[in-house]
């Protein structure tokens, strides 16, 4: 177990709505990332967080917001949401931001925009 | 453009067997070059990692191998067990930036037949 927890598990949901997904990091973990996981284009890196501040943006559709709280948990927000967007979202922490502070993922969220 | 190639991308191995995957980057600047190993249902978990200041490193079963001047570096798996059988990526980055400029390969499903 990474320490990671991510909710919910599956999400299933119809073209044009908007959804949250949430992370909570490893204790102590300053860190949080975001990821995208597709058959087609394997992970791709969203956006990342560090202890409350956005450090940098991927390939983040405009749709999709993200935000670190005080508590250091993260919210993922995808809106106005297409059949393109069906995925699996990946949060990962790490301790501080480097090399020497690997990355621990979460087990995921299931997105399906039917 | 795809900066971490990685192949095959899919693998059937014998219970035994030694089973080989490799990648190939472009980035001549990046000097970190982790593996992550994902199960079913489950995030990628960092496995094994090499700096290019060694040729190889080596873990239990699992070993990297690394050529500076090919830009290649790959995965050998000794003794494959049926409890290998996950989703296996490359990546690479700079060990001076951030956890977010982890480049990731696209991803090997191996899988080691009893």
């Known amino acids: 177990d990474s320490g990671v927890t991510q909710t919910p598990k599956h999400l299933i949901t119809a073209t044009g709505q908007r959804v949250t997904l949430r992370c909570s990091p490893r204790s102590g973990d300053l860190s949080v990332y975001w990821y995208q996981q597709s058959l087609d284009q394997g992970l791709q890196f969203l956006i990342q967080?560090?202890?409350?501040?956005?450090?940098a943006k991927g390939n983040i559709l405009e749709r999709f917001s993200a935000q670190q709280f005080p508590d250091l948990h993260s919210e993922l927000n995808l809106s106005s949401l297409e059949l393109g967007d069906s995925a699996l979202y990946f949060c990962?922490?790490?301790?501080?931001?480097?090399?020497?502070?690997?990355?621990?993922f979460g087990n995921g969220t299931r997105l399906t925009v039917t | 453009q795809q900066q971490v190639k990685q192949s095959p991308q899919s693998l059937i191995v014998q219970k035994g067997g030694i089973s080989i995957i490799n990648c190939a980057y472009e980035?001549?600047?990046?000097?970190?070059f982790p593996w992550y190993q994902q199960f079913p249902g489950k995030g990628p978990a960092l496995l094994i990692a090499?700096?290019?200041?060694?040729s190889e490193k080596k873990e239990g079963r699992f070993t990297i191998s690394f050529n500076k001047s090919a830009k290649q570096f790959s995965l050998h798996i000794m003794d494959s067990q049926p409890g290998d059988s996950a989703t296996y990526f490359c990546a690479a980055s700079f060990s001076g930036g951030s956890n977010y400029k982890l480049t990731f390969g696209k991803g090997t499903l191996l899988t080691v037949n009893p």
């Open positions: 090499i700096r290019p200041d060694v």
């Open positions: 990962a922490s790490s301790v501080a931001d480097g090399y020497n502070s690997p990355l621990h």
């Open positions: 980035n001549t600047a990046f000097d970190y």
């Open positions: 967080y560090y202890n409350g501040e956005e450090r």
